[in-house]
């Protein structure tokens, strides 16, 4: 059977029918190529773009070192600066007045690099879950990248998040006096009699020198 095949494809119909085939291969492989081509050019295209382009989110966040207050929080999240910043309340905040502080900027932050954040006072946690508590409100934000396009996102935010959150670590105040007694538990360690403090006033100190300086005159009389 084989050899009958390749007797065929000596002749010269054997031949043309090799060609086409070979043609047609040839032809879906070249198709093949060009698919995966556009489809890892798109792909690339979609890499650099994504590689420049800035993500603005909005959000409420506790102040990392004050107990109380809440704070605004714009960051760009994205892999490109964001320009002419703009925000603003779209839904909610009729509950606002002498709660809540977040006024609209009348002038656009002139940008928020990547990784950066503009962060603002918002309010007193206390104020805002004194009942009614402050409603759930939504803020529209706008921004251009690179390529001057402008984007819009809206954000709900909602203040019962922190209702049942409590803070992590102690006063800051008190967490340095409670390091500085811890220090000098540790240095009096160091030494049999403890450290050395002053105890007696200015006034005692100098009647103590004027006394030692008699002495000595007195000794080399």
Same mark, same amino acid.
Do not use: C
């Given at each position: 059977?084989?050899?009958?095949?390749?007797?065929?494809?000596?002749?010269?119909?054997? /031949? *043309?029918?090799? @060609?086409?085939? *070979?043609?047609?291969?040839?032809?879906?492989?070249?198709?093949?190529?060009?698919?995966?081509?556009?489809?890892?050019?798109?792909? #690339?295209? $979609?890499?650099?773009?994504?590689?420049?382009?800035?993500?603005?989110?909005?959000? $409420?966040?506790?102040?990392?070192?004050? *107990?109380?207050?809440?704070?605004?929080?714009?960051? #760009?999240?994205?892999?490109? %600066? /964001?320009? !002419?910043?703009?925000?603003?309340?779209?839904?909610?905040?009729?509950?606002?007045? #002498?709660?809540?502080?977040?006024?609209?900027?009348?002038?656009?932050?002139? /940008?928020?690099?990547?990784?950066?954040?503009?962060?603002?006072?918002?309010?007193?946690?206390? +104020?805002?879950?004194? +009942? %009614?508590?402050?409603?759930p409100f939504s803020i529209e934000v706008?921004y251009r990248d690179l390529g001057k396009?402008?984007?819009?996102?809206?954000?709900?935010?909602?203040?019962?998040?922190? +209702?049942?959150?409590?803070?992590?670590?102690? #006063? %800051?105040?008190?967490?340095?006096? !409670?390091?500085?007694? /811890?220090?000098?538990?540790?240095?009096?360690?160091?030494?049999?009699?403890?450290?050395?403090? +002053?105890?007696? @006033?200015?006034?005692?100190?100098?009647?103590?020198?004027?006394?030692?300086?008699?002495?000595?005159?007195?000794?080399?009389?």
């Amino acid at each position: 059977m084989l050899s009958g095949i390749w007797d065929f494809l000596k002749t010269s119909e054997g /031949a *043309s029918v090799t @060609t086409a085939i *070979s043609t047609v291969v040839l032809t879906l492989t070249t198709m093949a190529y060009a698919w995966l081509t556009a489809i890892l050019a798109k792909e #690339n295209r $979609l890499l650099r773009k994504a590689g420049t382009e800035p993500q603005v989110i909005a959000y $409420l966040a506790v102040h990392p070192r004050i *107990s109380g207050p809440l704070q605004f929080i714009l960051a #760009n999240v994205g892999q490109g %600066p /964001a320009f !002419d910043v703009r925000f603003r309340i779209v839904g909610g905040g009729d509950d606002f007045k #002498n709660r809540a502080h977040l006024p609209a900027p009348e002038v656009a932050l002139t /940008a928020i690099p990547q990784g950066e954040r503009y962060e603002t006072f918002f309010g007193m946690g206390p +104020e805002m879950f004194r +009942e %009614p508590k402050l409603k759930p409100f939504s803020i529209e934000v706008s921004y251009r990248d690179l390529g001057k396009r402008v984007r819009l996102e809206t954000f709900h935010l909602d203040i019962r998040q922190f +209702e049942d959150m409590a803070r992590v670590g102690g #006063n %800051p105040e008190q967490e340095v006096a !409670d390091a500085m007694k /811890a220090l000098v538990s540790e240095l009096q360690k160091w030494t049999s009699r403890g450290l050395p403090v +002053e105890t007696v @006033t200015r006034a005692e100190r100098q009647h103590e020198q004027q006394e030692w300086r008699d002495q000595v005159r007195a000794e080399q009389a």
